[in-house]
Structure formats: structure tokens, C-alpha cells
């Protein structure tokens, strides 16, 4: 069985799956026609090849013991305004690194990039970053900076899990993001989800 150990000594191990990077291909074709004399007329076309291509959709790493030795990454800040909360975003899931700041689960999007950016945080424990995640609605912010810039994502919606609902780390095509921390607070027994969509 899988498990989301972000507050517990689990054994996780999350599945994962591939996708493939699609490339679309558009031709455009234009034709120009001048006038040289009042009974003459030359045409002219001219094909121009346009390419666009996607992001391909990320594939989650396995989930780590729960004290695995991860490497101290760090990839930014998260901030949830409404609460109060700014706080370094480090790359991990395990206790180890969720004991210094909220962690972003390897292999899963980056913000503002295609898919859904997961990050986990401890609500009792340590400087408890995600104590009232329970507190955010609809609409309410969430930003994330790294390198790549500042994205804003909002609040989509709440549940509650039990730790084997691995599918909450599930990529998309859109960009999203999964806040998830132990609850009730103090217990281990389930999971809380909050869902996001990039503004």
C-alpha cells in the first residue's frame, strides 16, 4: 500500500506514470496578387510552417522513507497571505526536510509551469508553516517564487484524505497546485487537501 507521509512514519512509495510531449504542426498559406496591367495579373504564394510545442506533463518520483537524508534544496518561497505565511520552499518530502519548511514533492510540476505542483507541511510540529490551511476558501492566494518568477495560484477547493490517497500528487495538463498536511491537527490519522489553479 501507498502511503502520503508527510507527517507520519509511512512506508510511501508513490506510482507514477509517463506522458508524452505533443508538437503541433500549422501551415498558413497566403497568396498576394499585383496588378501589372489592366489585362495581366501575377499571383504569388508563400507557405510558412508554424511550430508549437508543449510542455510535457511530469512524472512524480516515488515518495522517500519517511527520515530519508535528503539533500537541503532550496527552490524559493511559498506565501499564503490570508495566514500570514512566508516561508522558504525546499525540494523533498520526507520529515527531514519538512522539519526546516514545506517541501515540494520531487518529480511533480514546478510553479508556473504545466501540471500540478505539490507541496507538503507539518501543522503541529515544528513552525507549523500550514497550521490553518483549514482556514483558506475559494478564491484565496497562494505564490509561489523560484527562479523562474512569481505565480499566483488560487484556492479551487478543500478535502479530506486518508494516506493512501496517492492520487492527490496526479499531474494535469492545466496549472495546479496540492497543498497537503496531517489532520486533525496533532493526528496523523488523515490528510487535508487543498486544491489550486494558477490566477
Known sequence: MTFLAACSSDPAAAPTSTATPTTAEA???TTTTTTVASTTTEAT?????????TESIPVPKAAPQPHAAEPHVLLGT???PKLGVKKDLLEGVSL?????????????AMPGHTGNVVVA????????????????VN??????????????????????VFP????????????????FACT???STRQRIVIHLTQA
Not at 164 to 178: E, P, S, V
Open 121 to 136: 507541511g507539518h501543522r503541529t510540529s515544528h513552525d507549523r508553516p500550514f497550521r490553518y490551511i483549514d482556514q483558506l
Open 96 to 108: 527531514t526536510v519538512l522539519d526546516q519548511a514545506p517541501g515540494h514533492w520531487p518529480g511533480t
Open 184 to 186: 486533525p491537527p496533532g
Open 27 to 29: 501551415t498558413t498559406t
Open 78 to 80: 511559498i506565501e499564503i
Open 45 to 53: 504564394t508563400t507557405t510558412e510552417a508554424a511550430t508549437t510545442t
Open 164 to 179: 493512501d490517497a496517492i492520487r492527490i500528487i496526479d499531474q494535469t495538463a492545466a496549472h495546479t497546485a496540492t497543498l
Open 139 to 160: 478564491g484565496d492566494q497562494v505564490v509561489f517564487t523560484t527562479k523562474d518568477g512569481r505565480f499566483v495560484y488560487k484556492v479551487t477547493g478543500t478535502e479530506i
